[in-house]
């Protein structure tokens, strides 16, 4: 296969040290990009450049011509999104030559929808959860007890009510401007998937369970596990949406064994870290290689980040030996043969996101995302 030159955005989150890793070990060339100054995965011997971004979010403009500049001088063959700013990318799609590897931004913002991704659920004739848009806050009071609230727009579980009690649903205001979505509790194990496709067919797919995360979102310490009827969501899913890219979902599995979906990400997640073989990885993106499998069977886990997140969680909890226990037997997916420096820069990162935080007075989660969010349409 011959080598291409790949540009990966969003090179803050350990996905994207995972995906450069995949490519430049499978023979590509790989230019990093994010607009966060100092990523981990800008330190792997997989990065042939480093390029500062402007934040898409609040520069778009400049944002899109450092991405034409960077596609043009380097001659960058396909962009790979890995965060949030996959939306931003999907804007410039028609503005640049490149092919970047997501789909055009209706079908992104559809999915990302908490709502919208539900009703194209049914319309696929796959299972899904009682799920209602809330615009007012009539909408939000015709509710039954017992139920989800969420924002229509969302990430990381963030602002996510649990069967609220009277009082914190009535601090609940959906608006037509900011609108929400209640969905019926399901009870049951939560199980997570990451699949690459093009063109409707299914290439890859890892499914996993978070065993600790970061606050209520991203999934820290993650273990594979195996289910036919995600397998076949997926896959109707991916056929009937003729989906390219990357995509990511959210299930239950309940009492019953059934299986329900919650919501999906139409980006990289945890899952990557379960593919491990970047020829073949590669010649599934790259090239027309066959679909793969994901060939890890330990349990993954970001060591400094059950430090801070996995630790405290274990102390309120009283379950420390357990996290001992999954600590010493996880393998840490930032290690990689003949690549030690970006587990080294994982604390720079840190401080360099803890300082964002800071300065912002927010959490740690909402500084490592706020200049790469999408929010909708109107981004206001």
Same mark, same amino acid.
């Given at each position: 296969?011959?080598?291409?030159?790949?540009?990966?955005?969003?090179?803050?989150?350990?996905?994207?040290?995972?995906?450069?890793?995949?490519?430049?070990?499978?023979?590509?060339?790989?230019?990093?990009?994010?607009?966060?100054?100092?990523?981990?995965?800008?330190?792997?011997?997989?990065?042939?450049?480093?390029?500062?971004?402007?934040?898409?979010?609040?520069?778009?403009?400049?944002?899109?011509?450092?991405?034409?500049?960077?596609?043009?001088?380097?001659?960058?063959?396909? *962009?790979? %999104? &890995?965060?949030?700013?996959?939306?931003? $990318? #999907?804007?410039?799609? @028609?503005?640049?030559? /490149?092919?970047?590897?997501?789909?055009?931004?209706?079908?992104?913002?559809?999915?990302?929808?908490?709502?919208?991704?539900?009703?194209?659920?049914?319309?696929?004739?796959?299972?899904?959860?009682?799920?209602?848009?809330?615009?007012?806050?009539?909408?939000?009071?015709?509710?039954?007890?017992?139920?989800?609230?969420?924002?229509?727009?969302?990430?990381?579980?963030?602002?996510?009510? *649990?069967? %609220? &009690?009277?009082?914190?649903?009535?601090? $609940? #205001?959906?608006?037509? @401007?900011?609108?929400? /979505?209640?969905?019926?509790?399901?009870?049951?194990?939560?199980?997570?998937?990451?699949?690459?496709?093009?063109?409707?067919?299914?290439?890859?797919?890892?499914?996993?369970?978070?065993?600790?995360?970061?606050?209520?979102?991203?999934?820290?310490?993650?273990?594979?596990?195996?289910?036919?009827?995600?397998?076949?969501?997926?896959?109707?899913?991916?056929?009937?949406?003729?989906?390219?890219?990357?995509?990511?979902?959210?299930?239950?599995?309940?009492?019953?064994?059934?299986?329900?979906?919650?919501?999906?990400?139409?980006?990289?997640?945890?899952?990557?870290?379960?593919?491990?073989?970047?020829?073949?990885?590669?010649?599934?993106?790259?090239?027309?290689?066959?679909?793969?499998?994901?060939?890890?069977?330990?349990?993954?886990?970001?060591?400094?980040?059950?430090?801070?997140?996995?630790?405290?969680?274990?102390?309120?909890?009283?379950?420390?030996?357990?996290?001992?226990?999954?600590?010493?037997?996880?393998?840490?997916?930032?290690?990689?043969?003949?690549?030690?420096?970006?587990?080294?820069?994982?604390?720079?990162?840190?401080?360099?996101?803890?300082?964002?935080?800071?300065?912002?007075?927010?959490?740690?989660?909402?500084?490592?995302?706020?200049?790469?969010?999408?929010?909708?349409?109107?981004?206001?």
């Amino acid at each position: 296969m011959t080598a291409r030159t790949i540009l990966i955005t969003g090179a803050r989150a350990p996905v994207a040290l995972h995906l450069a890793r995949l490519f430049h070990f499978a023979g590509h060339r790989v230019h990093l990009a994010c607009s966060i100054p100092s990523p981990m995965a800008a330190a792997s011997v997989a990065c042939t450049q480093f390029h500062l971004l402007p934040s898409p979010r609040s520069t778009h403009s400049a944002f899109r011509s450092t991405i034409q500049r960077i596609a043009t001088d380097h001659n960058v063959d396909l *962009i790979i %999104p &890995t965060c949030e700013e996959v939306f931003y $990318l #999907a804007m410039i799609k @028609a503005d640049i030559k /490149v092919p970047i590897w997501c789909p055009d931004l209706a079908d992104l913002a559809r999915v990302h929808d908490k709502y919208a991704f539900i009703e194209t659920v049914k319309d696929l004739g796959l299972p899904a959860p009682e799920t209602a848009l809330l615009k007012s806050k009539a909408d939000r009071n015709a509710q039954p007890e017992g139920v989800v609230f969420k924002p229509q727009w969302s990430r990381f579980a963030s602002e996510v009510m *649990i069967k %609220p &009690t009277a009082r914190q649903r009535a601090t $609940l #205001a959906p608006s037509a @401007a900011l609108p929400w /979505v209640a969905q019926a509790f399901v009870d049951g194990v939560e199980m997570s998937t990451y699949a690459i496709a093009r063109d409707g067919k299914m290439l890859g797919l890892a499914q996993y369970q978070s065993l600790y995360r970061a606050g209520k979102g991203a999934g820290i310490c993650f273990a594979p596990v195996h289910d036919d009827q995600i397998t076949d969501f997926v896959t109707r899913f991916v056929a009937g949406t003729g989906w390219t890219g990357q995509i990511s979902f959210d299930f239950i599995r309940q009492a019953d064994d059934t299986i329900m979906p919650l919501e999906c990400n139409p980006r990289a997640t945890s899952g990557v870290h379960f593919f491990r073989d970047p020829a073949a990885f590669g010649a599934a993106v790259c090239g027309r290689g066959p679909a793969i499998v994901s060939g890890v069977s330990q349990t993954q886990a970001v060591k400094l980040a059950m430090w801070v997140y996995g630790l405290p969680k274990a102390i309120r909890t009283g379950e420390i030996r357990e996290f001992w226990r999954r600590y010493r037997t996880a393998q840490d997916p930032l290690d990689w043969p003949t690549d030690p420096r970006p587990k080294r820069q994982q604390f720079n990162a840190l401080v360099e996101i803890g300082k964002i935080a800071l300065r912002d007075r927010v959490s740690l989660q909402s500084a490592s995302t706020r200049d790469i969010e999408w929010n909708g349409p109107d981004q206001s």
